[in-house]
């Protein structure tokens, strides 16, 4: 990237509740920290996060992990340095944090439709873009997909942009998420549907005090980790068969090779591909208005049509849409005018994230004009000017050696996402033991490199 050049990071975000009786996913976008000590920190004051939590079981636990998880990863002491291994640890701990802090709320929840204790649960997919890098964290099926430009396009068959995961879903058919389910004493079974699920063992009491509790083996959960899922605890091995354990990148920020994030539930993933969404919002950023055909033309932004085109394939596969969430985040290098994405996005204050709560609402919506860096400070309607320090170009090799169920009630089925990722009446545990199968990665899988622009985006 060239010296003395930002970034200016542009968030349009939106659920639909498809045709799902309750609304369980939320979203959150946020444009700066919140804790004091960061905002009055040079060099850490200027942050953004964004994520997605698709709840199951109930709405309760995706509710309180948008509300709670950006605070509790400010507090933790490893997110104030400058350390990117240090940092990756405490959003790390901040998800443990959470999954602790949701177990005394548990009684407060909506039990489930059998009378137990609350089953809610919710994924958790977050980025957070900070300084020259940002860091996706992971757990369940929510997805993350960066779209880069193809170095190869022109060429025929070849896209403008090539979709690359960064994210991977933890289900429990992949072989990787059986051993371990299996290794903590859980197991995994097909439902009556034929979808793989993390097994519910029941604990059943007799009105007889002299026989002893029967156990239901229920095939529950869509997902192999997850966060507030307690009733996943195995008294046997003293951890929790669903584990709230993230899988935590970083990856390097370059905004002349990378042009949008993709943030989504399975709402979206499980109708189309990583590609087929990059495609689809390619195409939208840079087809001209009065080339758009009827439907697209009249959807609010590029957000709202890739929903609405989430929805009709639902539809064409004959099956009932489930809740759906999405964030785009678009990478635009300062000093650049992207006149394209300048025509999709709408400003709009940042206190439109903290609006009331819209219980059973069918639809949330968050729009943001994120600026990545400031230079001086925000007040209300003002317009802010964006900086950011140098960046030093790095060869590739520097740059590659840097740094659940869709329903909480036992008789629910679902299909499960394009790629793998109640409680008992015991008493879950206040700790959480450490997961030696979700590593924090210091220096991720390498993305593509990219040295030109395609068409469209100049």
Known sequence: MPSGKGVTISVTAETDAGKRRHMEDYLDVRLAPSNEALRNTPGLKEQ??????????GKEAALYARERLWDLIQEQSKFRTTDRQKVAEAIKDAYLGLHREMEPMRPRWKPNKLGDQSTAGTTACTVIFRQDHFYVANVGDSGAVLATVNQRAGEEGQPPVIATMLSKDH???????????ESLGGQVKISRKGVPRVVWERKKTSDDPDKPPTVDLIPFLSVSRSLGDFWSWCERTQKFVVSPHPDVDIHPLDPTCQKFLVLASDGLWNVMSPQDAVNFIWEYKTTP??????????????????IDEALYRWRKKGMFADNISVVIAFLTQEGTED???QSLLRCQDSKA?????REEESQQRVEERLPFKRSREETEGETISLTRPPLQKKSRQERDSGCESDSGSPVAESEGSLIPEG?????????VEPCSSSPILVSS???PACESTPPGLD
């Not at 953004?48 to 079981?57: E, I, L, P, R, S």
């Not at 289900?171 to 389910?181: G, L, Q, S």
């Not at 409680?423 to 700790?431: A, K, L, N, R, W």
Request: proline share 12%; net charge neutral; charged share 35%.
């Open 445 to 447: 899988p390498p993305l």
């Open 423 to 431: 409680p008992s009446s015991g008493t879950s545990p206040q700790t």
């Open 171 to 181: 289900k429990p058919e992949d072989p990787v998420e059986t051993k371990r389910v």
């Open 353 to 357: 994230k903290t609006r009331p709560e």
């Open 289 to 306: 208005a009065d080339e758009k055909d009827e439907k697209v033309s009249a959807s609010r932004d590029v957000v709202r049509a890739l």
């Open 48 to 57: 953004a996060f964004v994520g997605v939590f698709d709840g199951h079981g």
């Open 339 to 341: 006149r394209a994405l």
